[in-house]
């Protein structure tokens, strides 16, 4: 399993390099914080035959992985690598190394806001029980 520290992968997006990231977090994990660029796709949404055809760069380029941890980003990878893509680059460390290390973080507000309030209204219509599960990954 291939892994990058989150400073080499900030020096190569300041170097304008093709970079693709696909945050695994749960969505309402990604709308509070994520790294600038990221796709958003909850792990357990995944599908890898779906997710070969929408890459935005060539199947040879690759693709870096993030969680909140960077060990869960590990055990996911192998989890993607078994669905058959293998040029999977996990982020050290995940988003509190990312973090840890002062690296810039995007924040959504008014999206955050507008989900938690129709999850929310969704939740007392008794139409779902969805909540974000606060416990990182």
């Not at 960077?70 to 893509?85: C, F, P, S, V, W």
């Not at 995007?106 to 507008?114: G, K, L, M, P």
Request: net charge negative; hydrophobic share 35%.
């Amino acid at each position: 399993m291939k892994t990058i520290h989150s400073l080499e992968l900030e020096a190569r997006i300041e170097a304008n390099e093709p970079i693709e990231i696909l945050d695994l977090r749960e969505r309402c994990q990604f709308e509070k914080r994520y790294m600038p660029g990221a796709h958003s796709t909850p792990f357990n949404e995944f599908d890898a035959k779906t997710f070969v055809h929408s890459r935005e760069l060539p199947l040879p380029e690759p693709l870096y992985l993030i969680l909140e941890r960077g060990k869960h980003a590990q055990i996911a990878a192998e989890n993607i690598e078994l669905r058959g893509l293998d040029n999977l680059i996990v982020v050290e460390g995940g988003m509190q190394g990312w973090e840890h290390n002062g690296l810039h973080v995007d924040r959504s507000r008014n999206v955050r806001t507008w989900i938690t309030e129709h999850r929310k209204r969704l939740v007392d219509m008794g139409m779902t029980t969805e909540t974000c599960n606060t416990g990182a990954l």
